[in-house]
Nanobody, 126 residues
Framework: DVQLVESGGGSVQSGGSLRLSCGTS????????VAWFRQAPGKEREGVAS????????FYTDAVKGRFTISRDNAKNTVYLDMNNLSPEDTAMYYC????????????????????WGRGTQVTVS
């Protein structure tokens, strides 16, 4: 397992932007699949975006395509989620998750596929 720490959440107005960061503590993202999930009150946790840090391949849920971008900086052991044109429907607690190795795109947005999770960072859009 790898320890994950999210940051960058906050409150923004509709149409605004935020950048979330997911870093490791004493470990590396090398060769891992890293994903962002979110959970709104009363709703199930859903996968938002994933990246395989080896090849840089990415996958997104339909609801965020064209608005969110996941990227990684291997030198900084950090994965980012750039969120643009935010709407109130994006309000949720956002979590970073990681697991060693490549996953198929569909599986990469399934929370049961991950064994390392951060504590989350709140995003509120009004």
């Amino acid at each position: 397992d790898v320890q994950l720490v999210e940051s960058g959440g906050g409150s923004v107005q509709s149409g605004g932007s935020l950048r979330l960061s997911c870093g490791t503590s004493g470990d590396t993202f090398s060769g891992r699949c890293v994903a962002w999930f979110r959970q709104a009150p009363g709703k199930e946790r859903e996968g938002v975006a994933s990246i395989y840090t080896g090849a840089g391949s990415t996958f997104y849920t339909d609801a965020v395509k064209g608005r969110f971008t996941i990227s990684r900086d291997n030198a900084k052991n950090t994965v980012y989620l750039d969120m643009n044109n935010l709407s109130p429907e994006d309000t949720a607690m956002y979590y970073c998750a990681a697991n060693l190795g490549w996953m198929s795109p569909g599986r990469s947005l399934t929370d049961g596929a991950y064994n390392s999770w951060g504590r989350g960072t709140q995003v509120t859009v009004s």
